[in-house]
């Protein structure tokens, strides 16, 4: 199974103008706890969490402090990414290893989708299972 088979194509996304403001909204519109930053081409440039946004309220001593500021202030730069054809335990392990929580997933035309953790192990699991599902009715 590869991530264009699981991947979230139908995301919200930020642009460097966008604030901090910008994507606690969207955060909260869309329930999603992670965004990606496209350049105006719609490749990935940045990723920010509610993890960068909360160590960046921590530090500043307030979120309303930070709310009018660029999103590039505290997003991650440069994002690891990945094809969307990469299968999805490989992708899995790569988030594992490096920390990451969500990871954009980019074709030829630019970003088509993201990934976070739970959605690859739920498909890594309901595929285990399908599979049991298809030896025992051979089995039978």
């Known amino acids: 199974m590869v991530l264009r088979e699981v991947l979230h194509a139908h995301i919200p996304t930020l642009t460097a103008s966008s604030t901090v403001r910008d994507a606690v909204d969207k955060m909260d519109i869309y329930q999603f706890p992670a965004l990606v930053v496209v350049d105006p081409e719609g490749s990935p440039m940045a990723v920010v969490t509610e993890g960068d946004i909360c160590r960046a309220m921590d530090k500043s001593g307030t979120?309303?402090?930070?709310?009018?500021?660029?999103?590039?202030?505290?997003?991650?730069?440069?994002?690891?990414?990945?094809?969307?054809?990469?299968?999805?335990?490989?992708?899995?392990?790569?988030?594992i290893g490096s920390g990451l929580t969500i990871l954009p997933v980019v074709d030829a035309e630019g970003l088509c989708g993201v990934v976070l953790r739970v959605d690859l192990m739920q498909a890594i699991l309901m595929d285990a299972s399908q599979a049991a599902s298809d030896a025992g009715a051979h089995g039978a």
Do not use: F, N, W, Y
């Open 63 to 95: 979120l309303i402090g930070i709310g009018s500021s660029s999103i590039l202030d505290i997003a991650t730069l440069e994002p690891t990414t990945v094809h969307a054809d990469c299968e999805v335990s490989d992708a899995l392990h790569m988030m």
